[in-house]
């Protein structure tokens, strides 16, 4: 298979968003959504046809349902992510939580439940794209200032608000690996590897106590702002604890 990757372009083009999914009817309403915002889009019925388009046109996002026939939402990721760091936004109904935190754990990177507002799917269109446009290399002991929040990795020191919080080892490494995440639905197991190192990974309550335990320190109120559940799937770091509004 060709190289998917994205491909650097002129900064005044359009985003190229590739929409993925067996219903018709779902194609042309995002199609015509996405249009009206001024991107470029192209449509497939299902993952093996999404990767065909891929193979000639570099999409700057693709937006997948999870159940399809011949290659599933799941698979698709997957085969994408080999290839490329194109953001993931998948479309799912509210009883497939095993399988979209399936897509998660395949790379996706957020997803929509069914039925959506068009401006939720926008909003999270654009953050995706504002994410993946800023991204640089990743680098673990370079400290992060993003929100609410300076972190630093070499003296393990955490400011929030421009105040010190002093944390436990493990919720450090907790903040710090949900940190390098901003506004993206991270799920249990994915924290759960990068503060155990793959231990206790059968084990979610571990996590619940944990991310309890960094709450009741860096949040201001007893109602988290920063630190968002998503149920059944994982956790959503917030750094500036305001949620996105639609019209953002």
Same mark, same amino acid.
């Given at each position: 298979?060709?190289?998917?990757?994205?491909?650097?372009?002129?900064?005044?083009?359009?985003?190229?968003?590739?929409?993925?999914?067996?219903?018709?009817?779902?194609?042309?309403?995002?199609?015509?959504?996405?249009?009206?915002?001024?991107?470029?889009?192209?449509?497939?019925?299902?993952? /093996?046809?999404? $990767?065909?388009?891929?193979? !000639?046109?570099?999409? =700057?996002? @693709? *937006? +997948?349902?999870?159940?399809?026939?011949?290659?599933?939402?799941?698979?698709?990721?997957?085969?994408?992510?080999?290839?490329?760091?194109?953001?993931?936004?998948?479309?799912?109904?509210?009883?497939?939580?095993?399988?979209?935190?399936?897509?998660?754990?395949?790379?996706?990177?957020?997803?929509?439940?069914?039925?959506?507002?068009?401006?939720?799917?926008?909003?999270?269109?654009?953050?995706?794209?504002?994410?993946?446009?800023?991204?640089?290399?990743?680098?673990?002991?370079?400290?992060?200032?993003?929100?609410?929040?300076?972190?630093?990795?070499?003296?393990?020191?955490?400011?929030?608000?421009?105040?010190?919080?002093?944390?436990?080892?493990? /919720?450090?490494? $907790?903040?710090?690996?949900? !940190?390098?995440?901003? =506004?993206? @639905? *991270? +799920?249990?197991?994915?924290?759960?590897?990068?503060?155990?190192?793959?231990?206790?990974?059968?084990?979610?309550?571990?996590?619940?106590?944990?991310?309890?335990?960094?709450?009741?320190?860096?949040?201001?109120?007893?109602?988290?702002?920063?630190?968002?559940?998503?149920?059944?799937?994982?956790?959503?770091?917030?750094?500036?604890?305001?949620?996105?509004?639609?019209?953002?």
């Amino acid at each position: 298979m060709r190289d998917i990757s994205t491909q650097r372009r002129d900064v005044t083009e359009p985003a190229k968003i590739l929409i993925v999914d067996d219903e018709a009817q779902i194609i042309r309403v995002l199609s015509m959504a996405c249009t009206a915002q001024g991107y470029r889009v192209k449509s497939a019925s299902d993952g /093996e046809s999404a $990767l065909d388009v891929l193979k !000639s046109w570099s999409a =700057d996002l @693709v *937006i +997948t349902d999870l159940s399809m026939p011949n290659m599933d939402g799941v698979e698709l990721c997957r085969a994408i992510r080999d290839q490329s760091n194109v953001p993931l936004l998948v479309l799912s109904v509210r009883n497939q939580e095993k399988i979209k935190v399936e897509a998660l754990d395949a790379g996706a990177d957020d997803y929509v439940t069914k039925p959506f507002q068009i401006d939720e799917l926008l909003a999270r269109i654009r953050a995706a794209l504002r994410r993946f446009k800023n991204a640089k290399k990743e680098d673990k002991t370079a400290e992060v200032a993003i929100g609410d929040f300076r972190i630093d990795p070499g003296s393990r020191q955490v400011f929030v608000r421009g105040a010190e919080v002093h944390l436990t080892p493990k /919720e450090f490494d $907790l903040l710090h690996a949900i !940190s390098r995440y901003p =506004d993206r @639905v *991270i +799920t249990r197991r994915t924290l759960m590897v990068a503060v155990w190192g793959g231990y206790n990974v059968d084990q979610p309550e571990s996590l619940r106590v944990l991310v309890g335990q960094l709450r009741r320190k860096i949040e201001p109120a007893d109602v988290p702002q920063y630190i968002l559940t998503e149920p059944w799937v994982g956790y959503r770091f917030v750094p500036d604890g305001v949620q996105p509004h639609p019209s953002l």
